[in-house]
């Protein structure tokens, strides 16, 4: 079974981002799916992002709740952590990427959440929330990369790419990420979504793919290649 997983650029739960959710919420097969907001990265205010989600997703016919996973110890919490068995789609908010890292890295959410992708479960993150779930991540504080929780293998996330130098992001590519790692400059509003034929670009915005010294420019509906 592949592993469904879906990398956003950021700017969720706003207008402009229906289409690419829709594709999302489709890839469940359920006509009305079980969605649950993780508001972690939103540490300033978890629980206006969490009430934005729900009032998004419950708006494209889904049924939404959240999770308060806000500390580690939360997020190593059975008894909070065992909700996710009944979800169709895990999303994970934007916000702080090295609070969410430090938050859930090595926890039992992480493990179950591995668990359920083999079992069908659809994980979602924006911007942050994506971030992290590359095998390595770009840390805000310092510019370097640090390892992410390897849920989607091989990849760096950079989100907000739209407004981004590509020749300046290759420069960093080329001098901080490992070896053998691609970088993926996702869109605002765009994401890349793992089918059965590859990860493929959704939402308005584009996908460009870093290898060492080049990228590559991928458009909505393209199927990402590396």
Not at 7 to 31: H, K
């Amino acid at each position: 079974m592949v592993r469904v997983i879906g990398l956003a650029g950021g700017d969720e739960f706003r207008v402009g981002c229906e289409n690419m959710d829709r594709e999302i919420l489709a890839s469940s097969g359920q006509e009305n799916a079980s969605v649950l907001i993780v508001p972690t990265a939103a540490d300033a205010n978890p629980v206006q992002a969490a009430n934005h989600g729900i009032r998004y997703f419950t708006e494209l016919g889904a049924k939404c709740s959240s999770l308060m996973v806000l500390t580690n110890n939360d997020a190593n919490d059975s008894k909070i952590i065992q909700r996710i068995e009944s979800a169709d789609i895990l999303y994970f908010t934007g916000g702080n990427p090295e609070y969410l890292l430090e938050t859930i890295k090595g926890s039992i959410l992480v493990k179950k959440i591995n668990q359920l992708l083999e079992a069908g479960m659809i994980l979602a993150g924006s911007s942050a929330g994506a971030m992290v779930m590359g095998s390595w991540m770009r840390m805000p504080s310092n510019n370097e990369v640090a390892r992410g929780l390897d849920i989607a293998e091989g990849i760096v996330v950079l989100p907000h790419h739209e407004n981004q130098n590509p020749e300046k992001i290759t420069d960093w590519v080329d001098a901080k990420v490992p070896s053998g790692i691609t970088a993926l400059g996702i869109d605002a509003k765009s994401a890349c979504l793992m089918t059965p034929k590859g990860w493929k670009v959704i939402g308005e915005g584009k996908v460009t793919v870093y290898k060492t010294a080049s990228w590559c420019v991928y458009g909505p509906g393209s199927i990402v290649s590396w």
